[in-house]
C-alpha cells in the first residue's frame, strides 16, 4: 500500500497492479497489504467484512464502525436486524476494480455515519482492452471478463464487466458452496466542456447453497440468498467562476436482498407442546408432532437512498492555496423484508413469534459539512491545515430516537519543515448511526406453564404469555468515536520512512445491559 500523495489525515492507496499481484477473490483480502496486516487463506463461504484499527478486541465494534463505498454508493448495514458487524463485502465484484483507498486517520467531514475508518472502492472508468481472467485455488473458482468500450464521436465511455465466482466450504463434503455472479456497468461522458456526467449500476445474483449430504439427515438443507443491486449517478459542473470552482450533484441506491431459508428436520419421543401467542393471557399451547420438516425463513431487504449537492471553490493568492469544500446530503436507511417467520406457522419452535421488517419505518439522516484546507508559507517551510464541522440531524418517524441533531469536527495538520522532513497530526469526532438491531430491539415474551391436563392419551398444556421489552434509554447517544494521531515523514538515502501514532477511542458503544 502507498501513502497518498494529498490529503493530511493517514490514508493508504492500492493501485491496480498491487490487486493482481495479491490475486484477490474477496475485498478484504487487501488487509494484507495494510501496516499491520496478515495474509489469511481467501475464504467466500463465511462473512468477510473490514475492520479497520480494532486493537484486538471487539470494544467499540470497529467492524460496524468502518464504512464502505463502491463507485460513491455507500455498503449499508444499518437497516439490519441481525446482531452489529462490519459490511459483508463477499457480493462485490474484484476483478474490475481500479483502486481502493482506506482511509485510517481522521476523514474530511464530507463523510459521515462511520467510525474506526472508511474503505473506498474505484472500478475501472474509460477506455480499456478486453481483459480477461480465470483463477483458481483449492476451493474457488473464478473467471471474468471486463472491456471500456470508446463510443466515438463526443458520445462517452461504457465500462462492461462480468464475474463468476464459486467456493466449496469443505472439500471432503463438496456440498455447502457459495457463488457470486456479479456484473458491472459504467458510462462517462463530458458535455459541453463543462458537464462531466457519470452513472452505473452493479450487481450481484448469489449465495451459500447447501445440499442434501448423503452423511447427514437426509432431506436437510440451508439456502442463504446473497443478491445485491447498487446504481449510482452523478453531474459535475466546472464553472470556474470567483466565489464557485464547481457543483455537483449525486444520487445513490444500494439493495440487498438476503433471504435465510432453513429446512430442518426434527423428531421427538413425544409430543413437545409449543406457544406462539403474542397477547397477554393464558393459552393453550400447540402440539408439535413426532416427526417433521419445518421450514424457517428470514427474509431482509435492506434499502439505502442517499443524495447530496456539493461546493468547491479552489482559490490561490501567491503562495496562499485555499480549497474550500460544502455540502449539504441526505440518507435514507429501511428494511422492506417481509421478515423473520415459518412458511407453516404451526410448525413453528416453541417461543418463536413472527417479526414482519416492514413494520419498523425509514431511518433519515440529514447533513451539512464544511472544510477549509488551506496551504501556506512559513519562514521557508510549507504549512498545510484542514478544518471541517459536519452537523448531523437524524429524523425517525414514531421513534423515542427521533430528531437528535450531533455536531462532528475535524482537524489535520501538516507542516513540511524540508524537502525530506515533515510533521503532520490531526483529532476529529466521527459517529456511527445506530442500527436497527438498536433502535427496534426484539419484542421478547415469557411464557410460563401453570398446568396441563390429559384428556385421552394426550395432554394439553396452558401458558401464562406476558410480553415485555427492552426498556428505552433517555440517555442514548449515536456512537462517538474520537480519534488523534501523530506523524513523522521523512526521505534520505532514496528511502521514504513514515512513522504513525493514534489513540482512538469510541464513547457510547452499541450494546445491551441487563440490569435488574
Same mark, same amino acid.
Given at each position: 500500500?502507498?501513502?497518498?500523495?494529498?490529503?493530511?489525515?493517514?490514508?493508504?492507496?492500492?493501485?491496480?497492479?498491487?490487486?493482481?499481484?495479491?490475486?484477490?477473490?474477496?475485498?478484504?483480502?487487501?488487509?494484507?497489504?495494510?501496516?499491520?496486516?496478515?495474509?489469511?487463506?481467501?475464504? =467466500?463461504?463465511?462473512?468477510?467484512?473490514?475492520? +479497520?484499527?480494532?486493537?484486538?478486541?471487539?470494544?467499540?465494534?470497529?467492524?460496524?464502525?468502518?464504512?464502505?463505498?463502491?463507485?460513491?454508493?455507500?455498503?449499508? /448495514?444499518?437497516?439490519? $436486524?441481525?446482531?452489529?458487524?462490519?459490511?459483508?463485502?463477499?457480493?462485490?465484484?474484484?476483478? !474490475?476494480?481500479?483502486?481502493?483507498?482506506?482511509?485510517? %486517520?481522521?476523514?474530511?467531514?464530507?463523510?459521515?455515519?462511520? %467510525?474506526?475508518?472508511?474503505?473506498?472502492?474505484?472500478?475501472?472508468?474509460?477506455?480499456?482492452?478486453?481483459?480477461?481472467? $480465470?483463477?483458481?485455488?483449492?476451493?474457488?473458482? #473464478?473467471?471474468?471478463?471486463?472491456?471500456?468500450?470508446?463510443?466515438?464521436?463526443?458520445?462517452?465511455?461504457?465500462?462492461?464487466?462480468?464475474?463468476?465466482? &464459486?467456493?466449496?466450504?469443505? =472439500?471432503?463434503?463438496?456440498?455447502?458452496?457459495?457463488?457470486?455472479?456479479?456484473?458491472?456497468?459504467?458510462?462517462? /461522458?463530458?458535455?459541453?466542456?463543462?458537464?462531466?456526467?457519470? *452513472?452505473?449500476?452493479?450487481?450481484?445474483?448469489?449465495?451459500?447453497?447447501?445440499?442434501?449430504?448423503?452423511?447427514?439427515?437426509?432431506?436437510?438443507?440451508?439456502?442463504? &440468498?446473497?443478491?445485491?443491486? &447498487?446504481?449510482?449517478?452523478?453531474?459535475?459542473?466546472?464553472?470556474?467562476?470567483?466565489?464557485?470552482?464547481?457543483?455537483?450533484?449525486?444520487?445513490?441506491?444500494?439493495?440487498?436482498?438476503?433471504?435465510?431459508?432453513?429446512?430442518?428436520?426434527?423428531?421427538?419421543?413425544? /409430543?413437545?407442546?409449543?406457544?406462539?401467542?403474542?397477547?397477554?393471557?393464558?393459552?393453550?399451547?400447540?402440539?408439535?408432532?413426532?416427526? $417433521?420438516?419445518?421450514?424457517?425463513?428470514?427474509?431482509?431487504?435492506?434499502?439505502?437512498?442517499? *443524495?447530496?449537492?456539493?461546493?468547491?471553490?479552489?482559490?490561490?493568492?501567491?503562495?496562499?492555496?485555499?480549497?474550500?469544500?460544502?455540502?449539504?446530503?441526505?440518507?435514507?436507511?429501511?428494511?422492506?423484508?417481509?421478515?423473520?417467520?415459518?412458511?407453516?406457522?404451526?410448525?413453528?419452535?416453541?417461543?418463536?413469534?413472527?417479526?414482519?421488517?416492514?413494520?419498523?419505518?425509514?431511518?433519515?439522516?440529514?447533513?451539512?459539512?464544511?472544510?477549509?484546507?488551506?496551504?501556506?508559507?512559513?519562514?521557508?517551510?510549507?504549512?498545510?491545515?484542514?478544518?471541517?464541522?459536519?452537523?448531523?440531524?437524524?429524523?425517525?418517524?414514531?421513534?423515542?430516537?427521533?430528531?437528535? *441533531?450531533?455536531?462532528?469536527?475535524?482537524?489535520?495538520?501538516?507542516? #513540511?519543515?524540508?524537502?525530506?522532513? *515533515?510533521?503532520?497530526?490531526?483529532?476529529?469526532?466521527?459517529?456511527?448511526?445506530?442500527?436497527?438491531?438498536?433502535?427496534?430491539?426484539?419484542?421478547?415474551?415469557?411464557? +410460563?406453564?401453570? $398446568?396441563?391436563?390429559?384428556?385421552?392419551?394426550?395432554?394439553?398444556?396452558?401458558?401464562?404469555?406476558?410480553?415485555?421489552?427492552?426498556?428505552?434509554?433517555?440517555?442514548?447517544?449515536?456512537? &462517538? !468515536?474520537?480519534?488523534?494521531?501523530?506523524?513523522?515523514?521523512?526521505?534520505?538515502?532514496?528511502?521514504?520512512?513514515?512513522?504513525?501514532?493514534?489513540?482512538? +477511542?469510541?464513547? %457510547?458503544?452499541?450494546?445491551?445491559?441487563?440490569?435488574?
Amino acid at each position: 500500500a502507498q501513502k497518498a500523495k494529498d490529503g493530511l489525515g493517514t490514508t493508504h492507496s492500492l493501485g491496480r497492479d498491487a490487486l493482481n499481484h495479491l490475486q484477490m477473490s474477496n475485498m478484504t483480502d487487501v488487509a494484507a497489504l495494510l501496516p499491520g496486516g496478515k495474509t489469511v487463506n481467501p475464504d =467466500l463461504t463465511s462473512q468477510n467484512s473490514f475492520s +479497520i484499527r480494532e486493537g484486538g478486541t471487539g470494544n467499540g465494534n470497529a467492524a460496524f464502525g468502518t464504512a464502505v463505498e463502491v463507485d460513491g454508493v455507500r455498503l449499508g /448495514n444499518n437497516a439490519s $436486524f441481525g446482531e452489529m458487524g462490519g459490511v459483508d463485502t463477499r457480493s462485490v465484484a474484484v476483478e !474490475n476494480i481500479e483502486s481502493i483507498e482506506v482511509i485510517t %486517520g481522521v476523514p474530511s467531514a464530507e463523510y459521515g455515519d462511520l %467510525g474506526s475508518g472508511m474503505v473506498r472502492i474505484n472500478t475501472r472508468k474509460g477506455r480499456t482492452p478486453t481483459n480477461i481472467t $480465470f483463477s483458481v485455488n483449492p476451493r474457488t473458482y #473464478q473467471a471474468s471478463v471486463s472491456k471500456g468500450i470508446d463510443l466515438q464521436e463526443n458520445n462517452g465511455v461504457l465500462n462492461l464487466s462480468a464475474e463468476w465466482a &464459486r467456493a466449496i466450504k469443505k =472439500l471432503i463434503s463438496p456440498y455447502e458452496c457459495y457463488t457470486r455472479t456479479g456484473i458491472t456497468l459504467g458510462y462517462s /461522458n463530458t458535455f459541453a466542456k463543462g458537464l462531466r456526467f457519470e *452513472a452505473g449500476f452493479s450487481g450481484n445474483i448469489g449465495g451459500m447453497n447447501t445440499k442434501d449430504d448423503p452423511d447427514a439427515f437426509t432431506g436437510e438443507f440451508k439456502k442463504e &440468498r446473497d443478491n445485491a443491486f &447498487r446504481g449510482n449517478t452523478s453531474l459535475t459542473w466546472q464553472l470556474n467562476k470567483p466565489g464557485i470552482t464547481n457543483l455537483k450533484f449525486d444520487a445513490s441506491v444500494n439493495f440487498n436482498d438476503n433471504l435465510y431459508h432453513y429446512h430442518k428436520y426434527e423428531s421427538y419421543a413425544s /409430543n413437545q407442546p409449543a406457544v406462539h401467542a403474542e397477547q397477554e393471557g393464558y393459552f393453550i399451547a400447540d402440539r408439535l408432532p413426532l416427526t $417433521f420438516f419445518s421450514d424457517q425463513i428470514i427474509d431482509s431487504k435492506e434499502l439505502d437512498l442517499a *443524495a447530496s449537492v456539493k461546493y468547491n471553490w479552489h482559490k490561490r493568492w501567491d503562495d496562499v492555496k485555499s480549497q474550500l469544500k460544502a455540502g449539504v446530503q441526505w440518507k435514507a436507511n429501511g428494511n422492506v423484508g417481509k421478515g423473520e417467520y415459518y412458511q407453516d406457522p404451526s410448525l413453528a419452535a416453541n417461543g418463536y413469534r413472527p417479526r414482519p421488517y416492514t413494520d419498523y419505518p425509514f431511518m433519515h439522516n440529514l447533513s451539512v459539512y464544511a472544510e477549509e484546507h488551506l496551504t501556506l508559507p512559513v519562514a521557508g517551510t510549507r504549512l498545510e491545515v484542514t478544518a471541517g464541522l459536519r452537523l448531523e440531524n437524524v429524523f425517525i418517524q414514531g421513534s423515542l430516537y427521533n430528531k437528535k *441533531a450531533t455536531l462532528s469536527p475535524r482537524f489535520n495538520l501538516k507542516w #513540511q519543515l524540508s524537502e525530506s522532513f *515533515a510533521v503532520r497530526g490531526g483529532w476529529g469526532i466521527t459517529e456511527k448511526l445506530p442500527s436497527y438491531y438498536i433502535l427496534y430491539p426484539k419484542q421478547e415474551y415469557r411464557d +410460563i406453564q401453570t $398446568f396441563g391436563f390429559p384428556h385421552g392419551d394426550q395432554t394439553s398444556y396452558i401458558y401464562y404469555t406476558q410480553p415485555y421489552t427492552v426498556t428505552y434509554n433517555p440517555d442514548l447517544r449515536w456512537q &462517538r !468515536n474520537s480519534s488523534s494521531e501523530l506523524g513523522l515523514e521523512a526521505s534520505f538515502l532514496g528511502a521514504k520512512v513514515s512513522l504513525t501514532g493514534f489513540y482512538n +477511542i469510541t464513547k %457510547g458503544p452499541y450494546n445491551f445491559i441487563d440490569m435488574y
